[in-house]
T-cell receptor
Framework: DQQVKQNSPSLSVQEGRISILNCDYTNSMFDYFLWYKKYPAEGPTFLISISSIKDKNEDGRFTVFLNKSAKHLSLHIVPSQPGDSAVYFCAASESGSNYKLTFGKGTLLTVNP | NAGVTQTPKFQVLKTGQSMTLQCAQDMNHEYMSWYRQDPGMGLRLIHYSVGAGITDQGEVPNGYNVSRSTTEDFPLRLLSAAPSQTSVYFC???????????FGPGTRLTVT
């Protein structure tokens, strides 16, 4: 039973365009969501997060949107750069359980020059 | 600050052998966790600790043992390695007040 779903295994975009990565969840107890970026042979690195009390959080080129009623979040990268090419993981945590993250399967983003 | 460090980077074991994956953090984080990543899968939680002397099971704990005698170290023990434990293992740490966890570079384990 997958509680965090990233239904697109891969995404390819042109440099300078927008990248949109999607994530759906089923557990209504999740109240904090994170995006991690992972390069090959490295550990995941934290990118951006959002609390369930917000619907948008922005950090430079990265914006995360949360639609609680649809149990859906998305990560927007504008403009996309070749260095953004990596696997992006969506993760979620229940209130009071910030030691336990539930991850999606990841989306491989390729940004073409 | 070295952050989260893991040793070894690579390991090959034969079925039935035991070994310990080391993890250390120098950020004085309360929380530490072990995850495994398999091809086409996200990271899955094996065991976690919310402080020295306190550990608990995650989603996939079978075949693994942990202990946490200090804040800095959180070793993961494979008691009798099986081919199903071939995976990449990540250790992570976090504070007790935020949700972000910081990951080590991983250990790639192959069990033949």
């Amino acid at each position: 039973d997958q509680q965090v779903k990233q239904n697109s295994p891969s995404l390819s975009v042109q440099e300078g365009r927008i990248s949109i990565l999607n994530c759906d969840y089923t557990n209504s107890m999740f109240d904090y969501f994170l995006w991690y970026k992972k390069y090959p042979a490295e550990g995941p690195t934290f990118l951006i997060s959002i609390s369930s009390i917000k619907d948008k959080n922005e950090d430079g080129r990265f914006t995360v949107f949360l639609n609680k009623s649809a149990k859906h979040l998305s990560l927007h990268i504008v403009p996309s750069q070749p260095g953004d090419s990596a696997v992006y993981f969506c993760a979620a945590s229940e209130s009071g359980s910030n030691y336990k993250l539930t991850f999606g399967k990841g989306t491989l983003l390729t940004v073409n020059p | 600050n070295a952050g989260v460090t893991q040793t070894p980077k690579f390991q090959v074991l034969k079925t039935g052998q035991s070994m310990t994956l080391q993890c250390a953090q120098d950020m004085n984080h309360e929380y530490m966790s072990w995850y495994r990543q398999d091809p086409g899968m996200g990271l899955r939680l094996i065991h976690y600790s919310v402080g020295a002397g306190i550990t608990d099971q995650g989603e996939v704990p079978n075949g693994y043992n942990v202990s946490r005698s200090t804040t800095e170290d959180f070793p993961l023990r494979l008691l009798s390695a099986a081919p199903s434990q071939t995976s990449v293992y990540f250790c992570a740490s976090g504070t007790g007040t935020t949700y972000e966890q910081y990951f080590g570079p991983g250990t790639r384990l192959t069990v033949t």
